[in-house]
């Protein structure tokens, strides 16, 4: 008992055993560790080296106390099946000896408990034993037949401490699981079982209830059948609850359910309980009478959902979850449907109730497959003689049945600040996706929003439900991923704890990885799946498409963000922005002019003039390299000028504006997705270190392999669209236009106006100068984004220099266009 533990062994045990469903090689290698470490029978003559090993496993077990023991029944099983046709079977020996020592430890710590100064550290040994006991039990129950006995007696523990509890709560359920293979137990070992778990049932609170109903179902349902004495209990419940609403009918507003309160909500959830395991329908309980006791016990518990206290709420609802798992066509019910579906859609309805709702969910699809899984193991023993299968495929029905009736509601409760409530709303649709209740592509868009929660473990499990989607239906992640993308941007809108601040798509830490990471990387494998993907959210920047703006920077985000790693991706976006900009830029110019005040043709002259400037410019990339010179030499010395002609032309455009400033204000609205777009290309050239005359020549047509290069990111690039962040946080869509804004707006109009008539970079100059057109280019470019001066379009690694590209005249993508 004094042998000191290892806590280095025991963490690097937890860290270890954790990987038990790893890969192959990994899991292999864990299952043959702990073969060596605890399942290799151990001499009988040495009992340090048997100390030693329960110090260890209960160590073990003990640790991993809050993050459950899923691991332990893996490994347990795993090693059993290894050797179920072997004809030596040291892993069950060891089995046996383990748990016939962990017996041993338990009676050893009961007898030091009564000294006071290592009262704490056995009492918590105590419980670990015995809770490696039931893990054993789980896995193989027979073990631990010869002990029931000796573990009865511990029902009777004192509870003083939440140790004291887990001891009944553990020893509870292994009685639960061996009693029923006992054969021949003593009708005095029975009774004193059966009065223990009334006893507790009675004294004790809600888990020490659920346990000791549980453990009381088996013993009475398979073993003894003394159903008079658990109808006796279930009167005495049911009976309290009848009066307590009839008494609420009669007045609603007696004082007498205050003062009743703890026995009100004791019998809501006792009666619940013991619904969930006994079928009181039966002649058994209630013998010839002709009263439907499941339809009672639903009026009655329905009757307290409608309560005013929240907390009598929750557990009529938990009392209704119990009934459901024996009798699951109640969930068909009008009244439970509305009841169900309200809570889980009503925004301003209670957290406790929606968590409650989902939680009854979750209980009962892991029921039905405890229960499926039993009946595929009852059928595959009796296989000749019945098919069992065909009963479970009864069940299986009812349970896809029920969830295609609550599906939407679970769905959308993925829509909530809570993480509470996503938690649960996605563990049913795990469980719905596993059994394979439902058609999945339904769930996928919601998936793969659940994929950008902030909590690491909810992203992790809706990432592999995709990951399994994907890999028994292959195309379903691409055609649901624009619609997950945009569902994605609702749920970090419901997460946003401070609506001022504009929902972002990539990651807060030093990663800044895109929110939809995962989502990408399952589908850039596919080229074409790929390409369609990115045209489909580059498209909801277009004009036509009235894409709000703060969705609009999500997705910029997430394309700023994405996992890239060849040259064609971002080359291939780049590509599309430099279309979308060509026809929306055009557009948006267009349904400026026209808003403006027709008949002021003077005023409008100056800007007139420059049109007609840039059209004689627009065509100068046809003409010979002795003209073209001219009309850049023109350009240049426009350029020159442009600094105080710029405030003429200002003053210009105001003079013609409209009385009503709508136009203006939809101008700058739609001018975000263009300028975001603007941004997203500088951002993807500076991140990959493209040259202009490489963008401009890439062409979507060309071989996957010219373009299969990894990517050299360069370190320290972040995307930060200001102007689009100032728009969303000023909420200029909302507010009064001001002078100084509407002067704003106009030179972001004639900024952009520039940037038209210069969209495409022209080639070098002889001398190696860059062209006037790129200059103003670059200039619109700057003053649009507000940032440092964009890069010029000579070669910026050696990477581009290195392709043999012909960098002195590349065809305009425009005009290529």
């Known amino acids: 008992i004094e042998q000191p533990t290892f806590p280095k062994i025991t963490e690097m045990c937890v860290k270890m055993i954790r990987r038990v469903n790893d890969e192959e090689g990994i899991k292999k290698l864990v299952n043959e560790t702990f073969q060596k470490l605890w399942f290799t029978p151990t001499p009988h003559h040495d009992k340090e080296a048997m100390t030693r090993k329960i110090l260890n496993i209960t160590d073990v077990v003990a640790a991993c106390r809050d993050t459950g023991y899923d691991w332990f029944e893996q490994l347990l099983q795993n090693l059993l099946k290894s050797e179920e046709d072997a004809s030596y079977k040291p892993v069950k020996k060891a089995c046996t000896q383990l748990v016939d020592n962990l017996v041993e430890h338990i009676l050893k710590y009961e007898e030091s408990l009564s000294d006071s100064d290592n009262k704490g550290v056995n009492s918590g040994r105590l419980v670990a034993c015995i809770t490696t006991l039931f893990l054993f039990s789980k896995i193989r129950p027979q073990l631990m037949v010869k002990h029931a006995m000796t573990m009865q007696p511990y029902l009777t523990t004192k509870c003083s401490t939440q140790n004291d509890f887990m001891v009944i709560c553990n020893v509870a359920k292994i009685l639960e699981l061996v009693v029923p293979l ?8 029975l009774a004193t079982i059966e009065e223990d778990l009334m006893k507790l049932i009675i004294k004790y609170g809600m888990t020490v209830v659920q346990h000791c109903v549980s453990c009381l179902g088996a013993v009475v349902n398979k073993v003894t059948q003394n159903y008079k004495f658990v109808w006796a209990c279930f009167n005495r419940y049911y009976g309290a609850l009848s009066k307590l609403k009839n008494q609420h009918q009669e007045d609603p507003n007696s004082t007498i359910l205050t003062a009743n309160k703890p026995a009100l909500l004791r019998s809501l959830f006792t009666v619940g309980a013991l619904c969930r395991h006994f079928d009181f329908d039966q002649e058994d309980f209630k013998g010839n009478s002709k009263v439907n006791i ?11 959902t409608k309560h005013s206290d929240e907390e009598v709420q929750t557990k009529a609802i938990i009392g209704l979850g119990f009934a459901f798992i024996q009798h699951p066509s109640l969930m068909f019910e009008q009244e439970v449907k509305t009841l169900y579906n309200s809570i889980l859609s009503d925004k301003n309805c209670s957290v406790n109730l929606k968590i409650q709702v989902l939680k009854n969910l979750q209980t009962y699809l892991q029921e039905e497959d405890t229960r499926m899984q039993q009946a595929d193991r009852d059928w595959k023993k009796v296989a000749k003689q019945e098919d069992l299968k065909e009963m479970g495929d009864i069940s299986s029905g009812m349970s896809s049945s029920i969830m295609q009736l609550y599906l939407k509601q679970v769905l959308e409760a993925f829509f909530h600040n809570q993480s509470s409530v996503r938690h649960f709303a996605l563990n049913v649709i795990a469980l719905t996706l596993n059994q394979g209740l439902i058609h999945p592509v339904q769930c996928v868009p919601y998936l793969i929003a659940m994929g950008t929660d902030p909590e690491p473990s909810m992203r992790n499990k809706a990432d592999q439900q995709l990951v399994e989607i994907d890999k028994k239906y292959a195309g379903f992640i691409h055609m649901k991923a624009v619609a997950g993308m945009k569902m994605s941007y609702q749920v970090q809108q419901a997460i946003n704890t401070c609506p001022k601040d504009p929902v972002r798509g990539f990651r807060h830490d030093e990663s800044s990885s895109a929110l939809c990471s995962h989502l990408y990387s399952m589908i850039r494998g596919n080229r074409q799946h790929r390409r369609a993907f990115l ?25 700023a963000c994405f996992p890239y790693q060849t040259q064609e991706e971002p080359l291939f976006i780049m590509h599309h922005i430099d279309i979308t900009l060509s026809v929306s830029g055009s ?34 990339g046809s003409e010979s390299e002795e003209e073209a010179s001219k009309p ?14 710029e405030e003429n032309d200002i003053n210009s455009v105001m003079k013609c504006l409209p009385e ?23 951002h993807l050239k500076n991140l990959c270190g493209f040259s202009d005359s490489k963008i401009q020549k890439y062409s979507p047509s060309e071989s996957a392999k010219v373009y299969d290069k990894a990517i050299n990111r360069k370190t320290g690039v972040h995307f930060h669209p200001k102007q689009t962040l100032d728009f969303l946080r000023s909420d200029m869509a909302n507010s009064k236009i001001t002078e100084e804004v509407k002067r704003s707006i106009v030179k972001q109009y004639l900024d952009f106006k520039l940037l038209m008539e210069h969209l495409d970079p022209d080639e070098e100059e002889e001398d190696g100068e860059v062209s006037a057109s790129t200059n103003a280019r670059n200039k619109a470019i700057t003053s649009l984004l507000g940032g440092g001066s964009p890069k010029n379009n000579a070669a910026e690694t050696e990477d581009d220099e290195s392709d043999g590209e012909d960098r002195g005249g590349g065809t305009s993508g425009v005009r290529r266009r």
Request: glycine fraction near 2%.
């Open 587 to 620: 557009n948006l110019l267009q349904s400026f002019k026209e808003s403006m005040v027709k008949d002021k043709k003077k005023e409008r002259k100056p800007v007139s003039d420059e049109e007609t400037e840039s059209d004689s410019n627009s065509g100068s």
């Open 632 to 645: 850049r030499r023109l350009r240049k010395r426009v350029d020159s000028d442009s600094d105080s002609d």
């Open 294 to 304: 499941k339809d009672k016990v639903l009026e009655l518990l329905m009757y307290f």
């Open 660 to 682: 009503n400033s709508a136009p203006l204000i939809e101008f700058a609205n739609v001018s975000q997705g263009i300028l975001l777009l603007l941004m997203l290309k500088q």
């Open 535 to 559: 045209i489909s959210l580059l498209n909801l920047f277009d004009d036509t498409a009235k894409t709000e703006v703060n969705m609009l920077l999500y997705i910029a985000d997430n394309l």
């Open 182 to 189: 006992m054969e021949h137990p003593s009708e005095t070992f």
